[in-house]
């Protein structure tokens, strides 16, 4: 296996610590993720060099310039505080004419854009719950064929950021205080969204024109209190003392109907396509208990630490935490942005 540069984009308050770490060191920091990544790349043989990024691209400039990587393994879900200036990143690396993993700029921009991403939905045919959104500053009117139980989520936030057990309201006074809630406290637009009730999944994808969907993971909730909706609230997604009080997990969806699992890989990969994304993504979708599935969004550039969803769901479709991170340098390095100039072969990495 040739020897490749890599140079892996961090923010830089979670560039890990090169101190020999305990399993509980790793395991309860912020910078896990990192961490996997770069102790991982190293353990197959590239030459790895961490690089916090915060609030100036210099430092980017001047680590290309000096290092010359193969590729940059991009690891930022933000920049100078803001979750959706990580594409104007990843628009700098493709100026600069250098290969990265995950996805490209349009695709980061249409998929963290909940409302627009569904209008994409629409003219595509893709089942989604029906919504409505109110910009910031402005007051909700909730229209008649938007019926309650509806749930409330920032527009572009990720993470689950915003989102507990209060977002889901049954009345117009309680719609409107969470719509504040979310403009004030989040400080997005509130998108307000049908609730499903059912079974939430989780589908990673990967690849740039020919792409592959992953098995059908979903996140387990079953042992909540039975007053408590099943949603991926911020308790639920990174509380790891809330998971273990109530025995939250993941695993591969099981007793689902014949052919049910592999229309949601289809879907999956229809969304992948419909926004144009690339590299690697995770599709969330939930479930009813008809059976019809309805998608809630995309993210683009998941968390990819050594016993995250779309890792443990690749090490199911056979990729092993090393092969899985092969791969994302393998389709980052295959990728040719538009209108960019011939590529030089890529290293070889068999």
């Known amino acids: 296996m040739k020897r490749l540069r890599i140079l892996v984009l961090m923010h830089e308050d979670l560039v890990p610590p090169d101190a020999p770490l305990t399993e509980q060191d790793v395991t309860s920091a912020d910078w896990k993720t990192e961490y996997d990544v770069v102790t991982t790349l190293r353990t197959l043989g590239h030459d790895v060099k961490p690089l916090g990024v915060k609030s100036d691209l210099g430092v980017l400039r001047s680590a290309m310039e000096d290092w010359k990587p193969h590729i940059a393994f991009n690891l930022l879900e933000e920049f100078d505080g803001v979750a959706v200036y990580d594409q104007n990143v990843v628009s700098y690396l493709e100026l600069l004419h ?72 049954q009345d117009d006074d309680k719609l409107k205080e969470r719509v504040e809630f979310i403009h004030a406290s989040v400080g997005t637009g509130a998108l307000i969204e049908q609730y499903i009730e059912g079974r939430e999944f989780y589908v990673g994808v990967m690849g740039n024109g020919h792409v592959r969907a992953l098995p059908v993971w979903e996140l387990m909730m079953d042992k909540l209190p039975e007053d408590a909706r099943r949603i991926a609230t911020e308790r639920v997604k990174w509380n790891r003392t809330y998971q273990t009080k109530y025995g939250i997990r993941s695993e591969e969806a099981g007793n689902l109907p014949e052919g049910k699992a592999e229309e949601i890989q289809h879907l999956a990969k229809r969304v992948y396509r419909a926004l144009g994304l690339s590299g690697y993504a995770r599709i969330d979708v939930r479930m009813d208990a008809a059976g019809q599935v309805y998608v809630l969004e995309a993210n683009p550039n998941p968390q990819i630490a050594h016993d995250e969803d779309f890792a443990d769901s690749a090490e199911k479709a056979g990729y092993t935490y090393q092969e899985l991170l092969q791969e994302l340098l393998r389709i980052g390095l295959r990728r040719q942005p538009a209108n960019s100039p011939p590529k030089k072969p890529s290293p070889s990495l068999t």
């Not at 939905?121 to 139980?149: E, N, T």
């Open 98 to 169: 250098v290969p990265y993993t995950g996805c490209n700029p349009r695709g980061l921009m249409l998929a963290r854009d909940k409302v627009l991403s569904k209008k994409l939905f629409s003219f595509h045919r893709i089942p989604f719950p029906d919504f409505m959104v109110v910009p910031q500053g402005r007051r909700v009117k909730r229209p008649k064929w938007l019926p309650f139980p509806l749930i409330v989520k920032s527009v572009t936030e990720e993470a689950s950021r915003g989102i507990s057990q209060a977002s889901i309201v």
